[in-house]
């Protein structure tokens, strides 16, 4: 397919119009928002196996939701969303195979949906369903001969055939988002059989591997793994990202010293010039606009606060300057998602869809 015919993104809350209306909605702006929303609407909303939190009518019913105006209709689409994925994450555990991370991450999984319908309010049966399929993740699973975690991947990063599979290790593709699902629901008391035990089993995961992007399969056969190479402290993928989703555990567990451990960090992470040089943008998706997001919610939920205040002052200039260098208009990479973030304010709860709150 050439770029001439790619179908249009207006439905996908990334980059499209879509997301656009999260800006519209937070500033109480709803004349615009009614615009972009028409605008992301013209081509038709997906309720199509490409259906996620991040495009078509999932999207849709976040995008909605921040206004108090998701109907029964489109809700409905999403419901259908959700009982495919669970028929087709049925019929692959049936056959043996291992989970793709399109099956359970943030951006294109049932992570994502569940984060949704966790946005709903009061819990249903689809929500419990999906929380046990996250939580079946947690459980060992053998592949070409060995014991793998149950979200180990045969395909690698950006789908690439990797030999022995991997593990996403992130916010956006990685076993972070479901953790993050599950110990979010886990502080509304809304649990499943294993729910806790899961997020240890997520939680000490990440306490091995977590300063890596993605875990092959030669890390398994080390005594310890490999010490990182420097790399971008992003929400989607890198440390803040992955300790967010850490002190969320801690939460939901109890665990005050892993609570410590994450706080501890991200301001270590945060002051350090050689790490924040690393950032090189404004965005949502790995730039400032998603570390000071980031950064806001872990304060909130610290019992030291003040610890964070000198990190979200110097993150909010470093985004002030570099937000008109953006050139897209979108919300994960563009400029509607880093002027949310610059406003600092959270009234619709839109940072929910980042799985930080």
């Not at 979200?151 to 593990?167: F, I, K, M, R």
């Not at 502080?187 to 035990?197: A, N, T």
Request: with cysteine; proline share 6%.
């Amino acid at each position: 397919m050439t770029a001439t015919t790619l179908p249009p993104r207006t439905q996908d809350l990334s980059e499209g119009p879509l997301g656009i209306v999260l800006l519209d909605i937070e500033r109480g702006d709803l004349r615009t928002a009614r615009h972009h929303l028409a605008q992301a609407v013209t081509h038709g909303v997906s309720a199509g196996g490409n259906a996620s939190l991040f495009h078509g009518a999932p999207a849709l019913e976040f995008v909605l939701a921040r206004a108090g105006r998701a109907g029964h209709d489109v809700r409905g689409a999403v419901d259908r969303v959700v009982d495919a994925r669970l028929a087709a994450v049925r019929r692959r555990q049936q056959s043996g195979g291992l989970p793709h991370l399109a099956e359970w991450d943030l951006i294109r999984g049932l992570a994502g949906l569940g984060a949704l319908l966790l946005t709903r309010g009061a819990p249903t049966e689809r929500l419990t369903n999906v929380l046990a399929y996250l939580v079946s993740l947690s459980r060992p699973v053998r592949f070409e001969g060995r014991e793998v975690p149950g979200w180990w991947s045969a395909l690698g990063p950006g789908d690439v055939e990797l030999a022995g599979g991997h593990s996403d290790n992130g916010m956006a593709h990685g076993i972070a988002g479901p953790m993050a699902v599950l110990s979010l629901a886990a502080r509304r008391d809304i649990l499943v059989p294993g729910q806790h035990e899961a997020i240890e089993v997520f939680a000490r995961w990440l306490d091995r591997y977590g300063s890596h992007y993605w875990t092959s399969r030669a890390y398994l056969d080390t005594v310890e793994p490999p010490s990182p190479q420097p790399a971008r402290p992003s929400w989607c993928y890198g440390r803040p990202g992955i300790a967010r989703a850490q002190q969320l555990a801690a939460l939901a567990l109890n665990d005050q010293a892993r609570r410590r451990a994450a706080e501890d960090t991200v301001v270590r992470t945060l002051t350090d010039p050689g790490h924040l040089a690393l950032i090189t943008d404004a965005t949502l998706c790995h730039g400032w606009a998603g570390l000071v997001t980031l950064a806001r919610a872990v304060a909130a939920d610290s019992p030291t606060p003040e610890r964070f205040a000198s990190a979200i002052g110097d993150l909010q200039q470093r985004l002030a300057t570099d937000l008109d260098r953006l050139s897209k208009p979108g919300f994960m990479e563009g400029r509607s998602g880093a002027q949310l973030a610059l406003e600092a304010t959270n009234t619709t709860n839109w940072t929910s869809v980042l799985l930080i709150t």
